[in-house]
């Protein structure tokens, strides 16, 4: 095939065309790839149980090896390090998926019938004109904003019980003696029925419908609120970045509330809550500052990757949803990465050295 430019023949071959459109096509096919696309619709309906389940693995698998791979460190340091993050992460995650999950559940319902449930006010504020409601870049941001709140209110208490289950999974992780009595569990070790728990596991829940009905009619109470529908009206438009700072936020408040239930702690050895809180300290502090700095630098490379998947998959009716998930997905492995992976090893060799200096201090 000749083209004429300007007066001159270039020739192109056809085998180099043929493999150039098989590189876009292949590029393509990556960026709608079903279980790609389905994966990115899932974290965008479940944000906080995709965050949840990110921490419960970096916290419980990836930080724990980083600590024990911190060099020059005392081993009982490390040892608390390792079980305060399970311990964390663990608590993070059940108390995320007893709140958070319901209340994704109900938004999903909700979307189903909005007009049942939401008010005209509420419909008419979020929505924007020449788009219906799900569409409307306000009410995507609303409900990002409810799903990912109940991490941010339930900071306080996880941290409270993640430090006061530290000793318990030092015992269970590091025993110092081996325990020759066992004490009462709702199944013995011959799985046998334990009456002393009984009341726990005997059938007086709520039923799953009516549990549901209630959250779904507190979470519309939420749209309805005029407050409500102000913020969202005032800070709809930061719905890139809600997933990262209300991330941040969280672990702000996680990393004090832990600090000072660690400090009142009477179960912690009080040689090993000083390494314990500057190790959070220091942990979060970096993790805030280098992770915002970063997350910024990774959102200009990705725009290139956002625009060529939006043209991969421009069709499709859920794209913003999948977008919402890219969102999602890249802040939370950012601050994983940093938080679970890279900073540990040097927050526990800091705290490491921290603690030691201030003993020398307090000798002489």
């Known amino acids: 095939m000749n083209i004429s430019i300007n007066g001159y023949h270039n020739s192109i071959s056809p085998k180099v065309k043929q493999e150039g459109n098989k590189r876009q096509n292949s590029f393509k096919g990556a960026l709608n790839n079903p279980l790609l696309l389905k994966s990115l619709e899932a974290v965008s309906n479940h944000p ?5 389940s990110a921490t419960l693995f970096m916290s419980a698998v990836f930080r724990p090896l980083a600590i024990a791979l911190t060099p020059k460190t005392k081993k009982e340091n490390k040892k608390y390090a390792i079980a305060d993050s399970i311990s964390s992460g663990v608590v993070k995650f059940a108390i995320n998926e007893a709140i958070a999950l319901p209340i994704e559940n109900a938004i999903n319902y909700i979307n189903k019938n909005p007009e ?11 929505k924007e004109s020449g788009k219906n409601l799900l569409d409307s870049r306000n009410y995507k941001f609303a409900q990002q904003l409810v799903k990912n709140t109940p991490s941010l209110l339930t900071a306080f208490p996880k ?6 289950l530290i000793p318990v999974f030092m015992n269970k992780l590091f025993p110092e003696k081996k325990n020759k009595e066992r004490k009462n569990t709702v199944y013995d070790v011959q799985n046998k029925y334990n009456p002393t728990f009984a ?11 009516g549990f549901q009905e209630l959250t779904v009619k507190g979470v519309s109470k939420i749209f309805n609120a005029g407050s409500f529908r102000n913020l969202v009206n005032k800070y709809g438009k930061n719905d890139t970045n809600i997933a990262r700072n209300m991330s941040l936020l969280t672990d702000v408040v996680l990393a004090a509330s832990s600090v000072i239930s660690t400090k009142k702690s009477k179960k912690i050895k009080e040689e090993n809550k000083n390494p314990l809180i500057y190790n959070k300290i220091i942990t979060t502090g970096v993790s805030v500052l280098g992770g915002w700095k970063i997350d910024e630098l990774i959102q200009k ?3 290139s990757f956002i625009n060529k998947f939006k043209q991969a998959n421009i069709n499709d009716p859920k794209l913003d949803k999948y977008i919402q998930g890219i969102n999602v997905v890249r802040p939370t492995l950012v601050f994983a990465l940093l938080y679970y992976g890279i900073f540990p090893i040097f927050s526990t060799f800091a705290a490491d050295r921290i603690d030691r200096a201030k003993n020398k201090r307090d000798e002489k």
């Not at 906080?48 to 949840?52: G, H, K, L, P």
């Not at 009341?199 to 419908?209: G, I, L, Q, R, T």
């Open 48 to 52: 906080a149980t995709f965050v949840a």
């Open 116 to 126: 049942k449930f939401l008010n005209k006010a509420a419909i008419n504020s979020m």
């Open 159 to 164: 941290s409270v019980i993640g430090v006061a």
């Open 199 to 209: 009341p726990f596991y005997k059938d007086n829940s709520v039923s799953f419908k």
């Open 301 to 303: 490379s990705t725009k």
